[in-house]
């Protein structure tokens, strides 16, 4: 099965080559590399035009700044594989994870497949403990209006079976994207599946993004999708 690798992309200078090449490397994986610039204006869009066209499939230039949940929804709409796969374009996620996050799926066993920092034996870098604990809690009023058991709704890493995530409208255009899907799965009541992976943060100095409004945001969109979609 071909998998298409969603990369959603904004002001990634410094890694998104890098990540592109990790891609690559993953030589036991059928697949197809799709990166959507948000209108970055850090010199990525020049780095992707001019050292990564070539070694991709798709790449897709937004002419303004419209978000992650915007651009996710791009790429599935123009992906070709029969397993959607989301990669952010930083490297705080490792694509050596692949065969462990698409294993259940290419068993026959999940329709989809969340990644986890926090279980499993993986090595994570150790940051910031208010952090761990939003996620916490965020991940923990999701399980309680969806009724599932996940330890890391927020996790970037997700493998969706192509025909399923195709068929949910999904709404939100910045970081909503994460809650706003696990409540809709969860309606669905499919197949999930959650392993452990590993995890390199970042500090803000290094180019971290999401902030204390992104909790507010997930916190609405937890309600918003679980009792009012």
Sequence with gaps: MKVSIIIPCYNEHKTIAQIVNKILSQTKIEKEIIIIDDCSTDGTKEILQKNINSKVDKIIYNEKNFGKGFCIKKGIEISSGQIVLIQDADLEYDPSDYNKILKPIFEGNADVVYGSRFVGSEEKRVLFY???V???????????????????????????????????NLEEERFGFEPEITAKIAKKKIRIFEVGIKYFGRTYSEGKKITWRDGFSALRCIIKYNLFR
Aim: aromatic fraction near 14%; include cysteine.
């Design 130 to 132: 208010w952090h761990s």
């Design 134 to 168: 939003g996620n916490y809690l965020l991940t923990t009023l999701s399980n309680i209006f969806s009724n599932l058991n996940l330890t890391d709704m927020e996790n970037c890493y997700k493998a969706f079976k192509s025909d399923l995530i195709k068929s949910i």
